[in-house]
């Protein structure tokens, strides 16, 4: 088992599209809309988050 000593989360969710710290569910599915680097920007994350 490897030990590690720090984590991460990231939250991308609906609120991300509306600017709030949270929602009620009654956002509308067409403000849903992420940008079309979405995959290549995920991908820079997680290289990020590997090399801290």
Do not use: C
Request: glycine content about 6%; aromatic content about 14%; hydrophobic content about 40%.
């Amino acid at each position: 088992m490897i030990e590690r000593k720090y984590g991460m989360f990231l939250h991308y969710g609906m609120n991300t599209y509306l600017n709030a710290e949270w929602s009620d569910g009654t956002a509308a599915p067409s403000v849903y809309d992420p940008p079309a680097d979405i995959e290549t920007k995920a991908a820079q994350w997680v290289k990020n988050a590997k090399k801290a």
